[in-house]
DNA sequence: CATGAATGAGTCTTCATTCAT
DNA sequence: AATGAATGAAGACTCATTCAT
């Protein structure tokens, strides 16, 4: 009888907290996040944190999920007439842009303090997989198309291009001259060496 | 009743613990290794450490700082005759070649764990600064040389080959098709795409 | 829109949840169940438990005093011509049919978490006072008879039969080589010598 | 060198929270003595709890195994030449004895709230063996020299001795008016009844 | 009447650090 | 110098209970 539940306002308020987690652990790391914090930024009790996610790891996995799937979704959604190699820079490029948020390059950052725990490594390497995995799938066609080298497999040349974006991330966050606006037209040059032929 | 301050077997001692907290804080990250585990593996009391070190996070500073200064060692004992860039190649290398040694892997994500410290930020900046100097002078002696590209300054050259190198480094962590014996031959290449005219 | 108070219908859930409190406490004890395991155990919502019982422990309360009405109840349906040693050792035996249930032996264990609690002491009180004023009548009217020894008082003896049966329950609760079916016949026996002349 | 390791004081240190513990969970139940309790009677920090006991329930084990130690001992302590129905007399009078200190019923009680722990089943396992082991040697004898009934084995009648002594705490438990210092002698004589040829 | 989302006080436990020996 | 016992602040998490729907 009781229909008490809306499960928009549920997704919602889920919504809500996996954002106030991704400003706190982006700021000060998972370890440096307590769950008390977390409920001060989302506004709530700690008793409802405690009522989305079952624990303060659930929300970091939560929150690579939810990057995971939107990588894909974002993979899916381009259109399969374009070129392979301009959907690469286009990922590339998009990635950047999401750098543009201090709060991607934080955690990235956070995620080094929970080295180890298996759920967050199977959620990280989900991550990493849903980009490689795009990235592989235009780069084996743009392979076909003698548009790129082929002395690597389209596998290697996938984790290469992600050598390129984490690399680029990873000095954002220790290079104070180094800035996204600055560099990110370098970032496509960078690939576009990595890749010819 | 002789005081026996021996300085070397001060020393001995000190590196013994960097080394037990090396090996801990790459196993364990920085937040998952308590000062108890370091004396463990150090073999040591726990008063000893605080002998040693104020804190454990100054340890973890003591560990980066002799990152930066073995770097520092690593230019300075370059000869100089040697060309510049053969010195940079041979620095890639040699950074490829200390992450064989997993330890090297885990510290980099230990760091996460500590983002937002004044004191750890600091010395993550002098121990990419210890590279990016080394590899800047190089870089600018090369330019001269006109063996490198021109529309980047040395300075952001040597941060674009710290992108390959740091980007090198996350996908060993990440990807498990992604291995130094495997890919640690394509490093070079990579550089070399990256700085050619 | 007329209101449907169908005092059935809630005299049956009522009895539902205490049958549910009965399984729940005897095995996990009281602190072990929590509110949400009860409402689980019963099929109904959190707040519905609340609406039948004000607190957790009146629920304890509910059941300990069901089962001292239960007693009484036991004792008033015995015949009046019966003798009365032969009410005490069904009594007794009747008991000892109820550890067969090992909910009856959990629940026991379970008033333990409870210590100190006057509502729950007295509701203990008063299921134990409701078999040894069952007991005692009996008892005083077969001292009347002179059919047991007159040393003690009936209110006593009443209390030795009652050493015996919590005993009997403790010891199946503890001792594997102690079961209900091997030892309940000696029961019988051990009653006899204890009130014989 | 440093030698700080004083096994004495460490050893009354602990005895010092066994008091302590046994005190607390005898008053308000397992469940309901917390942490913060326990150090606040025992005069200590949180902190110094957990030096010495990983939990608050291997506290409660470490109780329980003191007991059984304690059982043990009395049994080893009683001259062989003593005929074997005197000790199981002197055993029941002993228990009875403890039941003085009110802090031995509450125990019982407090225990009901940890059921299911496998680390306490055991433990309350241990500690009734004990005196079961006990009682069954002397019966052994006892019915050797043919003392005692012979219908029941050594080891049954051992745990009927014990129903009497568990069924003598619980009515202390819940009968106001059954107290130590009336009933005392009475057990005597309901244990002779109960073992008489 | 029935529901379950929301709450926050309270729990056990960890751990960096101090200090007497 | 070296030790490890002692500390207590801080953390993650649980759960009985309330209340708007």
Avoid: N
């Avoid at 991550?127 to 690597?152: N, T």
């Amino acid at each position: 009888m009781g229909r008490t539940v809306d499960p928009e306002r549920h997704a919602a308020r889920r919504r809500l907290i996996v954002e106030a987690g991704l400003t706190c652990f982006a700021a000060h790391g998972y370890a440096g996040t307590s769950t008390a914090a977390l409920c001060r930024e989302a506004g709530i009790g700690s008793g409802t944190f405690f009522h989305y996610f079952p624990t303060k790891l659930a929300l970091l996995v939560a929150i690579l999920d939810l990057g995971a799937e939107q990588t894909r979704e974002w993979f899916a959604a381009r259109p399969a007439q374009g070129g392979p190699l301009e959907t690469v820079h286009a990922y590339v490029d998009h990635a950047a842009a999401e750098f543009t948020d201090p709060r991607t390059v934080g955690l990235v950052r956070a995620l080094g303090a929970v080295v180890g725990e298996p759920e967050v490594d199977a959620a990280v390497r989900r991550d990493s997989d849903a980009a490689r995995d795009g990235l592989r799938r235009c780069l084996a066609e743009a392979r076909r198309r003698e548009q790129v080298r082929d002395d690597l497999s389209p596998e290697e040349l996938a984790s290469w291009v992600l050598v390129l974006v984490d690399g680029f991330v990873s000095q954002l966050a220790t290079d104070p001259g180094f800035t996204v606006v600055a560099q990110r037209g370098h970032l496509a040059g960078a690939v576009t060496r990595l890749l010819a032929r």
